[in-house]
């Protein structure tokens, strides 16, 4: 059985810079779950990820192809309303767009993967503890 999280984009966007194929090998026995929303940051950034990505050209796409393959979405629009107005709540004073991935580890009661401290600080303090910093759990892999 494998192991599912929520993972927030700054995780993913640090696995598509890395181009290491250990994330590859990670990503077969950890299931990653992503809303939707994720899309629309990967969008803004993508020119700084394939800026700062470790691979050629060829090598970024193809790295990319199977990392996108490995990775479930799901659509935000499916999310209880009472998920979204509860995650809505808890990200308003910290960033508001982190509110889908909130809102699919709360609907899931699965635990969100991030990267950013300021999140992970602002909802622990506010008792929320469905979410765990990426670089805690690549250690305890």
Do not use: H, W
Not at 41 to 51: A, F, G, S, V
Not at 52 to 71: G, N
Not at 95 to 123: M, N, P, Q, W
């Amino acid at each position: 059985m494998k192991f599912r999280y929520i993972v927030d984009a700054n995780v993913l966007m640090s696995i598509l810079i890395s181009g290491k194929s250990q994330y590859i090998n990670m990503l077969t026995l950890v299931e990653f779950i992503m809303p939707d929303f994720a899309f629309i940051e990967l969008n803004l950034y993508r020119e700084i990820i394939t800026q700062k990505s470790k691979l050629d050209e060829e090598q970024f796409r193809l790295f990319s192809y199977t990392v996108f393959s490995l990775i479930e979405f799901i659509p935000t629009f499916v999310l209880k309303k009472v998920s979204t107005e509860q995650s809505i709540e808890l990200c308003k004073n910290i960033d508001i767009k982190d509110s889908a991935y909130v809102a699919l580890a709360i609907d899931t009661k699965l635990t969100l993967l991030t990267r950013d401290e300021k999140l992970f600080k602002g909802l622990r303090k506010q008792g929320f503890k469905q979410i765990e910093l990426f670089e805690n759990f690549l250690k305890q892999l």
